[in-house]
């Protein structure tokens, strides 16, 4: 069975640190590009950070650019988002996925994890 599921997600106080993990099975890990996004109630989910199947590319969400870094083990089959600086606007439930390109800069979503809880406050 094709499973991601996340981990580390946690409370946490403005200026912390977590990283959080996405492990992945049942799949051929190493040929999907992974994205992490974090949804919150009533907003339209937002695309955080992507890695591509290499790790050699990654893109970030201008929000978090410069405070997260996404980085990914094909050996084992996870991948990494290392979030520093938190702020109460990165409250969110965090969901990695794992995409599919169409080689013309598009990436379709094809296997979601079920999402870890960051909450961010003081």
């Known amino acids: 069975q094709v499973q991601l599921v996340e981990s580390g997600g946690d409370l946490v106080q403005p200026g912390g640190s977590l990283r959080l993990s996405c492990s992945g099975s049942?799949?051929?890990?190493?040929?999907?590009?992974m994205t992490w996004y974090r949804q919150v109630p009533g907003k339209e989910r937002e695309m955080v950070a992507r890695i591509d199947r290499f790790g050699s590319i990654v893109t970030y969400a201008e929000s978090v650019k410069g405070r997260f870094a996404v980085s990914r083990d094909n050996e084992r089959s996870m991948v990494y988002l290392q979030m520093n600086n938190l702020s109460p606007e990165d409250t969110a439930v965090y969901l990695c996925?794992?995409?599919?390109?169409?080689?013309?800069?598009?990436?379709?979503?094809?296997?979601w994890g079920q999402g870890t809880q960051v909450t961010v406050s003081s």
């Open positions: 049942g799949f051929m890990f190493s040929l999907y590009a």
């Open positions: 996925c794992a995409e599919l390109s169409d080689f013309t800069g598009n990436y379709i979503p094809k296997y």
